[in-house]
Every structure is written in C-alpha cells, then in structure tokens.
C-alpha cells in the first residue's frame, strides 16, 4: 500500500468518453484520485454525486479530481450520464493502476472472502507525491474531508 510520501504512480488510462488520460497532464498541480468498488451502486454513487457537487470548490483550490474502478468505458459513460457526475472516471479493466495503488485486497462479505477495490482516496501534490492516503473510505462526507485536505496543500 502507498504511503504519505510515495511518488504517485503514473497512468494512461481510457475514460468514459474513451479519451486517454496520462497522468504527465497533471503535472505541476494537485489531484485527487480515488478509487471505488463499482459504477451504479449505493455507495459509489454517493461518493461520485458529493465529489460532482464540489467540484468548483476543487477547481478553485486548483485542484482535479480523478475516479477510478475497474468497470468498462461504456459503464462509466452510463454512470456518469445516468447522475450527471462530473468527475472523470478512468477505466483501469485490467487493473494495473488499482494494483500499483494497492487497492486491489482480499476482502470479506457475508462471511465470503474476495479480491476487490477498497474504497480508497489519495491527494497528490504538485510534485507528484502523495500528500493523503487515505484505504477504506466512508463515503458520505468523504468529499467534503478530501476538499479541506487539498485546501491544506
């Protein structure tokens, strides 16, 4: 898992609308990439409309905010569309930025153990190193606490 410290893990990733994203584009200004279990359900989508609602406060503190899950292209455009989220959402299908993020864990429902995403959030500075990290993230209110970490850069 990545610490307070680590250099951010660089990434070229599609995004709902099929765009590549790189992350050399966030060169010299923070960022907030987080990371979450899947498009269209409760807690996902909370997290996506509470970032959606702050974003001018984001881009004020000239910061971006980046999302990130393992789901297709085409279930982010749904998702997106379906809400009117205004986070960009990159489809890592094959899991390689969840894996370099450290958020692809074993995990136990229902007495089930599985992989899958923790919900987990990281704030990267202008240098490219990460600031916040924060694994197993709450949802309601996560963005409001992520907004005043990047206000504190």
């Known amino acids: 898992m990545l610490q307070v410290g680590d250099k951010a893990p660089t990434f070229n990733l599609?995004?709902?609308d099929m765009a590549m994203a790189d992350s050399s584009e966030y060169d010299s200004r923070p960022y907030v990439i987080y990371f979450y279990p899947k498009d269209d359900t409760p807690g996902c989508t909370m997290e996506g409309l509470e970032f959606t609602e702050l974003m001018s406060d984001f881009e004020a503190a000239g910061a971006a905010v980046i999302g990130v899950s393992k789901d297709t292209c085409?279930?982010?455009?749904?998702f997106r569309d379906k809400y009117g989220i205004n986070?960009?959402?990159l489809a890592d299908v094959e899991?390689?930025?969840?894996?370099?993020?450290?958020?692809?864990?074993?995990?136990e429902k229902n007495?089930?153990?599985k992989m899958g995403i923790v919900r987990s959030t990281f704030v990267v500075d202008a240098t490219g190193?990460?600031?916040?990290?924060?694994y197993d993230v709450k949802p309601k209110g996560h963005a409001e606490q992520v907004l005043e970490l990047v206000r504190g850069l």
Do not use: F, M, N
């Open 14 to 16: 599609p995004d709902a």
């Open 74 to 78: 085409t279930s982010h455009g749904a």
């Open 87 to 89: 986070v960009r959402l």
């Open 95 to 107: 899991g390689q930025l969840c894996d370099d993020y450290g958020v692809w864990q074993e995990k």
């Open 111 to 113: 007495g089930e153990r």
């Open 129 to 134: 190193t990460i600031r916040h990290a924060i």
